[in-house]
Each structure stands twice: as C-alpha cells, then as structure tokens.
C-alpha cells in the first residue's frame, strides 16, 4: 500500500521543485556602460579620490581623510557602488552606448561601436577587468569598516589602476602617451 504513494510522492516533490527554481535571468538593461560609468562609477570614483589625500604645498604636507563616523559613512556608501557597478556592467547583453551616442574626442577615443567589438570580442577579458574594479573596491571596503585611513589610500590607488587598466584597453587604446605612461607604471596587461 505505501509503494502506491511513492510515485505520485516523487511526481509532486519534481513539480514543486520546477516551480521553486531561480527566477529568470531576463532582467531589463536599459541602461548602457556608458549611462553606469557616467551615474555611478565616476561619481563614485571621483569621490573615493577626494576622501583621501596628501596635499603639498607652501605650509607644508596636509594628509586629508574621513574622521567622523558620517565621513566614513559616505565613504562607505561610494565604495558599495564601486563593489557593485562590476556586476551591472559585466552583465550579458549590456551595450556600451545608445546608438546615437559618440565619443567626445575621437582623435584619441573610440567610437561605441568599437568599444562594444572589444567588449564582446573577449568578455572574459571584460568581465576580468570589471572583477579588478570589484576586487579594488573590496579592498576599499575592509579599510573603510577598519577606519584605517592608510589602507583606504592604497585601496584607492588600486581603484584607480584598475579604472586605467579597463579604459586604455577599451576606451583610449590607441592614446600612445596614455599607453606609455601605462607601461612605466606597470598598468598594461
């Protein structure tokens, strides 16, 4: 009698399983890398850059970093968006650009349309340099809920070689100064 009970059992449980599976992959990509380096990365970035510096001048060096627990807040927000922006823009079938848009000084930056045969030509490379970003904005991260204003500095510095890297490869790759500096800094890869 218990046997009769095993197959429409088994049945059920298969069904139930089917219906309980990950949710589609097919979510909306308005918008492009460009819109997502423009509205969050850059921002992000740039604000990251300006929490923590040295400063030079007449009256001597000025170390400028977060000291109240709001400044390291803030910092911390900008930081989330750094760890998250790769996982947008690494996203299968985002585009680089509408197609209406381009570069705003093509003697030195490709054209969309470019970027998006280099992007798509090698994701894994792509997807590569979007992980340095995250990596570097992890680094960050740990360094901002340390309070440790040294390590952010260098999280940072890792941030901006991690930036450079992604954009000479995609955005300004025939910029010869820019591809120079690179190698004198070991950016190229």
Not at 8 to 25: D, H, N, Y
Not at 114 to 127: M, S, T, W, Y
Request: proline letters at 5%.
């Amino acid at each position: 009698m218990r046997l009769r009970w095993v197959f429409p059992f088994i049945l059920i449980c298969g069904a139930c399983a089917k219906t309980q599976q990950s949710p589609s992959t097919d979510l909306l990509r308005p918008a492009t890398i460009k819109d997502i380096m423009d509205s969050m990365v850059d921002p992000s970035g740039d604000f990251m850059f300006d929490s923590v510096a040295e400063i030079a001048d007449d009256r001597g060096i000025t170390h400028k970093a977060p000291h109240t627990d709001e400044e390291w807040k803030e910092v911390r927000h900008h930081a989330l968006i750094l760890l998250e922006a790769p996982n947008l823009l690494a996203m299968e079938g985002r585009k680089v650009a509408q197609s209406h848009e381009r570069s705003e000084n093509p003697q030195v930056e490709l054209q969309p349309e470019e970027i998006q045969k280099l992007v798509d030509g090698d994701r894994p490379a792509f997807i590569r340099r979007a992980k340095r970003l995250q990596d570097a904005a992890a680094e960050a991260l740990k360094a901002i809920d340390a309070k440790d204003s040294k390590s952010l500095f260098h999280a940072i510095e890792s941030i901006d070689k991690a930036c450079e890297s992604c954009h000479l490869r995609y955005w300004y790759p025939n910029d010869e100064t820019a591809q120079k500096a690179a190698k004198e800094q070991g950016l190229v890869d």
